[in-house]
């Protein structure tokens, strides 16, 4: 029953809006009800964010595809994911690309998500503990730079610091805005101190909160 469930969200909400066969068919087959509380699983395959506690969410079915797609990916990146949040993300990631770090603030989000992610034999994803905004290889056990960067919170400025740890030719994905709307950036390094920009779609996302990002209990401007 979930399994039709499944299928029927990507032709009716996925298949119209996204071009990637290969992302249609990771997101046509991951169990997105195993990254949901057993109340919630019901509502696993609508097109909807789903609560998972501590203020958090599950990002809804589009969103993840979107982003997925706009990597661009080969199967041969090392990506970085900041916001584990349910470990959704990071597992639509592990079949597309060679190697996933994802980085999560909240501790109990990161066990959960590492745990649920384990079950399923997923092996090239590991989860860290961290302030996602402010991190470099010479402070935690990541790479130095990464091929493509994934930010799956809503941040409140340009991500300077996560900028600068793509690659020449890598992508990086952002959604900035206020608390309430933001609009999803994609960014591609071309040189050493140069990066294209575009706007791909307007998006509402829970708060990066970090260093370079909200401070915890700060309102919008």
């Not at 708060?207 to 309102?219: A, C, I, M, R, T």
Request: hydrophobic share 40%; net charge negative; proline share 5%.
């Amino acid at each position: 029953m979930l399994e039709t469930a499944r299928h029927m969200m990507v032709e009716k909400y996925l298949r119209n809006r996204i071009e990637d066969e290969r992302v249609l068919s990771v997101i046509g087959e991951l169990p997105r009800h195993l990254f949901v509380e057993d109340a919630l699983q019901g509502r696993a395959y609508s097109n909807d964010a789903l609560p998972i506690g501590f203020g958090q969410t599950i990002s809804q079915p589009f969103i993840v595809a979107l982003m997925t797609q706009e990597l661009e990916l080969s199967g041969q990146e090392t990506v970085l994911e900041i916001g584990t949040g349910s470990g959704y993300q990071a597992a639509v990631l592990s079949h597309l690309a060679r190697e996933v770090h994802s980085v999560e603030r909240i501790p109990q989000l990161a066990q959960r998500a590492a745990k649920v992610l384990q079950s399923m034999h997923i092996d090239n994803v590991c989860v860290h503990i961290a302030d996602g905004t402010a991190i470099s290889g010479d402070q935690h056990p990541l790479p130095a730079k990464f091929d493509r960067i994934i930010v799956t919170a809503g941040g409140n400025r340009q991500p300077s610091s996560l900028l600068r740890q793509l690659h020449i030719g890598g992508i990086l994905l952002i959604p900035i805005g206020d608390s309430q709307q933001q609009s999803l950036f994609k960014y591609r390094r071309i040189s050493e101190e140069r990066w294209e920009r575009q706007n791909l779609h307007q998006c509402s996302f829970v708060k990066l909160v970090g260093k370079e990002g909200w401070s915890p209990g700060e309102d919008a401007p």
